[in-house]
């Protein structure tokens, strides 16, 4: 049987792919697709696939820009429910002539939404809602066949029906875990507007990766790059079971790894059927960072020389393809998406340098989000003590020492990043945190040590809470933790003055300080 299928229009926004993960939560299947896909094509779609709804994404740009984004407004004739979120939304009230402007203030973070209508859209939503907005843009006016449903302060239109067609537009995003009835509203979207039926259940991911994995890499031999986080790790053991030892596991010690990494990686690698080559690169990552202070010319470097290693290892080994951990967010904040902002470089997407010498990269994972990762990891039977491990960046302490890099700043921060480690899961807060580390900031202040001035670094703590990472929120952790956090680092690394705590959440801010 097919199953039912909500289209996602991708405009570009951070969420895109956010939504069609929730979708999938709710047991129906999504596809993303571009966002200029043509009413034709979705016609010729439904031959294959049963087409139940559509979803416009958001996107960073203004739909009234000279080269904004727009669908194709026959798709709105199709009589296909479509739903059109932020940017979508926007895009939706301007293709049938309504006013869209820049707001006079702004929306970022969590908003309040009043409901005027609990249509079928809001049902279930009553009164004033908690919602996520991120909008610079706002819907002021609509014509006639359109309805408001909500409103905020400053946001008239912030949803819509149209009163003849199965046609909605939320100002907000549902898809967020911070708009407290998303989850309600998308099945609203699903149920009762396109009448999905949830027929869609993950496949055996692990199972058709593995078989992927043989097809395309054959009998070739492939090096794999190993940090010893969940994503590297999952992608090794699943293609040690694809080709066995073809594969060269390569865990490359580019002198930023947490304290005791390269020991836990070596000892807990020993026990598969693969061939597993440690490097020791750290005087040459060193020399190669030394003196760049900016992040974005980090991550490449770290990238481009990750893969100058893995050259060498290949040569040695006779290997033709390369392979990765990479997981969609990577992909995605890499700005990989034809519309999408450029966030951050993730080393192992667009830090890889045109020329590589390879055959191909192979990326089994790089469709999956963090916690869908997870479960693959717990198919493949791989130990708690790796799949409940915090994400840890490729580019490691590197990426969490602002400004130049010296041995002395990397010491500094790997034994805060230790007691950070140390004390919060003593606490046993760790289990509920996405991530929880030190970054060392780019100027010193003073302190007062033993009756006598200091001079010294200043440590920051951050810890979060998140689900997938693509957005994330401060822990609120107690403050007897973080007095002990504090204190621990004060005391024992004696280059350390100030300790402070980052409560900024994932937007605005990045989880990772660079
Ligand atoms: P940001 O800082 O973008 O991080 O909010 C999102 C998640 O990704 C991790 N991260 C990376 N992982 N290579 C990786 O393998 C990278 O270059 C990289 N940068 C960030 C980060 O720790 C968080 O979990």
């Known amino acids: 049987m097919k199953p039912d299928t909500i289209l996602v229009l991708d405009f570009g926004g951070q969420y895109c792919h956010l939504i069609g993960r929730r979708v999938r939560e709710h047991r129906v299947y999504s596809e993303i697709t571009p966002y200029n896909i043509t009413s034709?094509?979705?016609?010729?779609?439904?031959?294959?696939?049963?087409?139940?709804?559509?979803?416009?994404?958001?996107?960073?740009?203004?739909?009234?820009?000279?080269?904004?984004?727009?669908?194709?407004?026959?798709?709105?004739?199709?009589?296909?429910?479509?739903?059109?979120?932020?940017?979508?939304?926007?895009?939706?009230?301007?293709?049938?002539?309504?006013?869209?402007?820049?707001?006079?203030?702004?929306?970022?973070?969590?908003?309040?939404?009043?409901?005027?209508?609990?249509?079928?859209?809001?049902?279930?939503?009553?009164?004033?809602?908690?919602?996520?907005?991120?909008?610079?843009?706002?819907?002021?006016?609509?014509?006639?066949?359109?309805?408001?449903?909500?409103?905020?302060?400053?946001?008239?239109?912030?949803?819509?029906?149209?009163?003849?067609?199965?046609?909605?537009?939320?100002?907000?995003?549902?898809?967020?875990?911070?708009?407290?009835?998303?989850?309600?509203?998308?099945?609203?979207?699903?149920?009762?507007?396109?009448?999905?039926?949830?027929?869609?259940?993950?496949?055996?991911?692990?199972?058709?990766?593995?078989?992927?994995?043989?097809?395309?890499?054959?009998s070739k031999k492939c090096v794999i790059g190993l940090s010893g986080g969940i994503d590297s790790s999952t992608a090794t053991v699943l293609a040690s079971k694809a080709i066995g030892r073809s594969l060269t596991a390569v865990f490359v010690d580019h002198g930023f790894m947490r304290k005791g990494e390269p020991e836990f990686i070596q000892s807990f690698f020993q026990r598969f059927d693969l061939s597993f080559i440690p490097i020791d690169a750290r005087r040459r990552f060193l020399q190669r960072l030394k003196g760049v202070t900016d992040p974005e010319q980090k991550r490449k470097i770290i990238g481009e020389e990750f893969i100058r290693v893995f050259e060498e290892v290949a040569e040695r080994v006779g290997a033709e393809y390369l392979m990765q951990g990479t997981i969609y967010p990577d992909i995605i904040e890499s700005g990989f998406g034809q519309h999408s902002a450029k966030i951050k470089t993730h080393h192992n997407v667009a830090g890889i340098p045109a020329r590589i010498k390879f055959r191909g990269i192979v990326e089994p994972l790089r469709n999956l989000y963090k916690d869908e990762v997870r479960r693959v990891a717990e198919k493949l039977n791989l130990s708690d003590l790796l799949v409940r491990r915090q994400p840890f960046p490729g580019p490691g302490l590197a990426v969490r020492i602002i400004g130049d890099i010296t041995q002395e700043k990397i010491d500094v921060v790997r034994e805060a990043d230790a007691i950070v480690r140390e004390e919060i899961e003593a606490s046993g807060l760790g289990e509920n945190l996405w991530q929880y580390f030190a970054v060392l900031i780019d100027s010193k202040t003073t302190g007062v040590k033993g009756d006598a001035r200091a001079y010294g670094h200043t440590i920051v703590v951050r810890a979060l809470e998140s689900k997938e990472a693509m957005t994330a929120s401060f822990a609120k952790i107690p403050y007897e933790t973080l007095e002990k956090i504090a204190t621990r680092i004060?005391?024992?690394?004696?280059?350390?003055?100030?300790?402070?705590?980052?409560?900024?959440?994932?937007?605005?801010?990045t989880i990772e300080w660079e």
């Not at 416009?56 to 026959?74: F, Q, R, T, V």
């Not at 006016?141 to 537009?169: D, S």
């Open 40 to 218: 034709n094509h979705i016609k010729a779609l439904t031959k294959h696939i049963n087409i139940k709804g559509i979803i416009l994404s958001g996107g960073p740009s203004s739909i009234y820009e000279e080269d904004a984004p727009k669908c194709d407004p026959m798709i709105f004739d199709l009589n296909i429910p479509t739903l059109g979120l932020c940017y979508g939304h926007q895009l939706i009230a301007s293709l049938y002539g309504g006013r869209v402007e820049a707001a006079k203030k702004r929306e970022y973070g969590i908003s309040y939404a009043m409901v005027d209508s609990p249509d079928d859209l809001l049902k279930g939503l009553t009164g004033i809602q908690k919602v996520w907005m991120s909008h610079g843009d706002t819907v002021f006016e609509l014509p006639r066949p359109f309805q408001i449903l909500a409103h905020t302060k400053n946001c008239p239109v912030a949803a819509f029906k149209h009163r003849e067609k199965p046609i909605y537009g939320l100002q907000w995003h549902p898809e967020v875990i911070h708009t407290e009835n998303g989850s309600l509203t998308l099945k609203n979207f699903l149920f009762r507007i396109c009448h999905c039926v949830p027929n869609w259940v993950m496949e055996d991911f692990a199972a058709q990766a593995i078989k992927e994995v043989r097809q395309v890499v054959g």
């Open 490 to 509: 004060t005391n024992e690394i004696s280059e350390v003055t100030r300790v402070v705590y980052d409560i900024t959440h994932k937007p605005p801010a």
